[in-house]
């Protein structure tokens, strides 16, 4: 399920049997003079790695945390080559850190430093060379990608692909050499070689590869069976050609695998088809994400849908399905088509602009995905009169269920906001709403705040406020009206007891959240 932490602390796979798992940190009450005695210890590296012998396991957690928080690259290395239990989870460490500290320095929620990254990884090179340590899974997975702004220092998804492929390539070639060398050394009575078989680590991730990094990775993911195998979680390519993410699909191991992201690979329906047969093999596949794949109806022949026939097939294929993609493709009057092999109703659907006549969503409205959704995103779409009829028919569906809706850009007037609002103030569960894009006037940004005080959990409200005085972007706009006017904002939610609410022009600074943490 989403947003479910069964199974962090375990191996992947049936069957697998529970592992001991570093503890979870203090109580938040006595979690600060921790922090802040493990923040003073490995501020001095001398002292840190004498402590190391003398301090109990269950420190190791917020030393960690302190030394990846404060870049404290030798205090990481050593901890890592030190690190007393099986598994090593960023998710974990680094999603509980102290509250206080994490308003000044990165979070879960951010690019790790580069550094840190390759501090961890270094240490975990060298640590195959200890046949004492516990260490055996490596989780670095949910390091986020989405920050655009935050520096070169920061470790991006693509660059932590490539840095992980090279170090399973490099501990494999110095495997190799180890065993040429010592194969005479190592002889059985028979005299057939019996050199030990020298233990591994698992490295969980996220992978993100596209032309310039195919090669390392494709490289990388054939040494699975060295001391470092590699294990993906998401799967995401760009710009790849079909024999490429063939390629690696098939080197993947299928147990884990989530989500398959393929986008920008101008794949069209023929090409989509060629690759979803091989992802059949990930039965625990949950999403699929397609956008920009060149699928466009208009360019289908005449009287022929075969296709989108074919493609519905493969789309059936799937038993575990729940989030589905296709941004950016035309699909005018095909979405029954295409979602009818579904086994099961998905709970989120992304089909920003893809041109969606009256017709698709009155299917939505009648299918077996309405009561599932938590997620839509309809972005794109210029919402005249009938399709905002069909659109208040939808969400008046989905008002139970749904916690995330997307609408940006969908040329949005103060009055077809109005029409809207009645159906959008019964989705009682709404968290987060994408306006982002639309030209709301300020009067009709205010009957927004004003009208949403009924939805208690609505947190996150992307709504460009430039848009109020008429411009295309915040730099021409006057700033102190739009001081202003975000100050009256953040005034009107305090007052109706939502100050934590965020209702933000920023789309890089406050990302909606990800499907898998509704």
Request: glycine share 6%; proline share 6%.
């Amino acid at each position: 399920m989403p947003g479910s932490a069964a199974g962090a602390g375990r191996l992947w796979g049936p069957g697998a049997s529970p592992q001991r798992s570093p503890p979870f940190l203090l109580p938040s009450a006595m979690h600060s003079l921790v922090f802040l005695c493990a923040r003073r210890l490995v501020s001095h590296h001398p002292s840190a790695r004498r402590a190391l012998d003398l301090l109990p396991a269950e420190l190791y957690p917020v030393l960690f945390q302190a030394a990846f928080l404060d870049r404290r690259t030798l205090a990481l290395q050593d901890l890592v080559a030190t690190w007393p239990f099986p598994i090593l989870s960023f998710q974990q460490l680094l999603g509980h850190h102290d509250q206080q500290y994490s308003s000044h320095h990165p979070s879960l929620r951010e690019k790790p430093s580069k550094l840190c990254f390759q501090a961890v990884i270094m240490a975990v090179v060298a640590h195959l060379r200890r046949r004492w340590c516990q260490l055996r899974v490596l989780d670095m997975t949910d390091l986020q990608d989405f920050d655009t702004d935050r520096g070169p220092d920061r470790m991006s998804l693509w660059s932590g692909t490539v840095a992980l492929a090279k170090a399973c390539i490099e501990v494999s070639k110095h495997k190799n050499e180890c065993q040429k060398r010592s194969s005479k050394r190592w002889k059985g009575p028979s005299g057939a070689s019996t050199t030990p078989q020298p233990f591994s680590v698992e490295i969980r991730a996220d992978l993100f590869v596209n032309g310039t990094s195919f090669g390392v990775l494709r490289d990388a993911l054939q040494t699975s069976a060295g001391p470092l195998r590699l294990k993906c979680r998401d799967f995401r390519t760009e710009e790849l050609s079909i024999t490429g993410i063939v390629t690696l699909l098939e080197s993947l191991e299928p147990v884990g695998v989530r989500r398959v992201d393929l986008r920008f690979n101008n794949l069209g329906p023929a090409g989509l088809c060629t690759v979803l047969p091989h992802l059949t093999r990930f039965t625990e596949l949950v999403s699929l994400k397609l956008p920009y794949s060149n699928i466009d109806v208009r360019r289908l022949a005449p009287g022929t849908d075969t296709g989108l026939r074919q493609l519905a097939v493969q789309l059936g294929r799937f038993p575990c399905l729940k989030e589905l993609n296709f941004g950016s493709s035309r699909l005018s009057g095909s979405l029954r088509q295409l979602l009818s092999d579904l086994q099961a109703p998905l709970e989120s659907l992304e089909l920003a602009f893809c041109y969606l006549l009256p017709g698709d969503l009155a299917f939505l409205h009648k299918s077996l995905h309405a009561p599932a959704l938590r997620r839509l995103d309809l972005s794109g779409h210029n919402f005249t009169e009938n399709l905002l009829q069909c659109l208040c028919q939808l969400l008046e569906k989905i008002s139970a269920s749904l916690l995330h809706l997307d609408l940006m850009e969908c040329h949005l007037t103060d009055a077809r906001l109005a029409d809207l609002l009645p159906v959008l103030c019964r989705c009682s569960r709404l968290r987060c709403l994408g306006l982002f894009g639309n030209p709301l006037s300020t009067p009709g940004l205010k009957t927004l705040v004003r009208k949403t005080v009924v939805l208690p959990d609505l947190r996150l409200v992307p709504s460009r406020l430039a848009s109020a005085f008429g411009h295309l972007c915040e730099d021409v706009v006057d700033k102190e009206r739009f001081a202003a006017v975000s100050a009256e904002v953040g005034r009107m939610l305090a007052s109706s007891g939502r100050a934590d609410a965020v209702w933000t022009s920023s789309l890089c600074r406050h990302s909606a959240p990800d499907y898998f943490t509704l």
